[in-house]
T-cell receptor, first 115, second 112 residues
Framework: DTEVTQTPKHLVMGMTNKKSLKCEQH?????MYWYKQKAKKPPELMFV???????INESVPSRFSPECPNSSLLNLHLHALQPEDSALYLC??????????????FGEGSRLTVL | QQQVKQSPQSLIVQKGGISIINCAYE??????FPWYQQFPGKGPALLIA?????SEKKEGRFTISFNKSAKQFSLHIMDSQPGDSATYFC???????????FGTGTSLTVIP
C-alpha cells in the first residue's frame, strides 16, 4: 500500500466555519507533512510532524491548526479562514531516519474554497 | 530566498522530441534531488530521483543528469508524448532533515 489518502477532495467553507482536512497513510512512514499549493506554484511547506511530534511550523497563521493523533493520521483544523487561503492542501509522508530514502509521497490533495 | 532555481517556466515540445528542464541549487549539503510530475487537480508524484554520488540516472524515457561541481541537475524526457504534458517540479533535500525545497515548476506541453 503506497497511498496517502486525503479527505475531503473538495471543501467549500465560509469565513466563520470550522472544518477539518484529514490524511491517512499506512506505509509506516514516521514523517508527515502539510503543504499548501496555489495555482501554478510549487507546494509550500506548512507543517512537519516527525514521530507524531510537530517538528516544523513554517510561521503558519493560527487559523490553521495541525494535529497528529497517531503515526498513520494527520489532521488540519481550519477556523476563521480568509478567501486568500483558498488553495490545494496536500498531505505527504516520507520515511524517517536510517533506512529511509527521503522519498516524499503526496496525496491527491483537498481543494479548499473559502467564500 | 529560493533554494532551488528552475527553468524554463514553460516548455512546448513536439511529440517525439526531447524535453529538457534545468535546476540549480546553492546549498552543498543537499544530497537528494527528486523530480515530481503533477497533473491538473492531482498531487505531485515522484518521477525519478538522484543522489550526488552518480552523474546520471535513467528510468525509461526519463533521465536525470547531475553536475555536482556546477550545482546543477536536469531532467531529460526522451520521445516526449502528449501524456507527458504536466507540471514538473525539481526539489532538493538533506536526507535526515526531512525538509524539501521545491523549484518553481515547469509547465510542459507536448503537442501531437
Amino acid at each position: 500500500d503506497t497511498e496517502v489518502t486525503q479527505t475531503p477532495k473538495h471543501l467549500v467553507m465560509g469565513m466563520t466555519n470550522k472544518k477539518s482536512l484529514k490524511c491517512e497513510q499506512h506505509m509506516g512512514h514516521r514523517a508527515m507533512y502539510w503543504y499548501k499549493q496555489k495555482a501554478k506554484k510549487p507546494p509550500e511547506l506548512m507543517f512537519v510532524y516527525s514521530y507524531e511530534k510537530l517538528s516544523i511550523n513554517e510561521s503558519v497563521p493560527s487559523r490553521f491548526s495541525p494535529e497528529c493523533p497517531n503515526s498513520s493520521l494527520l489532521n488540519l483544523h481550519l477556523h476563521a479562514l480568509q478567501p486568500e487561503d483558498s488553495a490545494l492542501y496536500l498531505c505527504a509522508s516520507s520515511p524517517l531516519g536510517a533506512g529511509g530514502n527521503g522519498e516524499l509521497f503526496f496525496g491527491e490533495g483537498s481543494r479548499l474554497t473559502v467564500l | 530566498q529560493q533554494q532551488v532555481k528552475q527553468s524554463p517556466q514553460s516548455l512546448i515540445v513536439q511529440k517525439g522530441g526531447i524535453s529538457i528542464i534545468n535546476c540549480a541549487y546553492e546549498n552543498t549539503a543537499f544530497d537528494y534531488f527528486p523530480w515530481y510530475q503533477q497533473f491538473p487537480g492531482k498531487g505531485p508524484a515522484l518521477l525519478i530521483a538522484i543522489r550526488p554520488d552518480v552523474s546520471e540516472k535513467k528510468e525509461g524515457r526519463f533521465t536525470i543528469s547531475f553536475n555536482k561541481s556546477a550545482k546543477q541537475f536536469s531532467l531529460h524526457i526522451m520521445d516526449s508524448q502528449p501524456g507527458d504534458s504536466a507540471t514538473y517540479f525539481c526539489a532538493a533535500s538533506m536526507f535526515y532533515q526531512n525538509q524539501f525545497y521545491f523549484g518553481t515548476g515547469t509547465s510542459l506541453t507536448v503537442i501531437p
